[in-house]
């Protein structure tokens, strides 16, 4: 079974950075692709980003593009997400998902999830 906690969240500014991390265990990290959502309150699931098991293929939302960025240590059995130049929008609830297929895109596809950290951008 695998289980996985998330760190890193908090309070920023708007303009600032953020580093999330996910870390895996209980299962074989590399042979999983990873993502991660967000939940803001009184919105469904959003996609952010999703990264390939070999960390070659990376995967963005529109609205993330360009500002984050995702990357794993399969040594470390962590996934990552850069956040820079945050904006009061990207406040939610961020969740990294594991996927032992092929899906990149879909909250369907994953089938383990973390509990979430809580991200808040203020203006």
């Known amino acids: 079974q695998v289980q996985l906690v ?10 600032g950075s953020l580093r999330l991390s996910c870390t895996s265990s209980g299962g074989t990290f590399s042979r999983v692709v990873m993502g991660w959502f967000r939940q803001a309150p009184g919105k ?5 980003s999703a ?7 990376t995967y963005y939302s529109d609205s993330v593009k360009g500002r ?6 399969n040594a470390k059995n962590q ?6 130049s945050v904006k009061p929008e990207d406040s939610a609830v961020y969740y990294c998902a ?5 899906n990149y895109y879909s909250s369907a596809g994953y089938r383990y999830w973390g509990q ?5 951008v203020s203006s």
């Open 6 to 15: 998330e760190s890193g969240g908090g309070l920023v500014q708007a303009g």
């Open 79 to 84: 996934v990552y997400l850069q956040m820079n």
């Open 98 to 102: 594991a996927s032992p297929g092929t």
């Open 68 to 73: 984050f960025t995702i990357s794993r240590d």
């Open 44 to 48: 469904g699931r959003e996609f952010v």
């Open 116 to 120: 979430g950290t809580q991200v808040t």
């Open 51 to 57: 990264i390939s098991t070999s960390g070659t293929l």
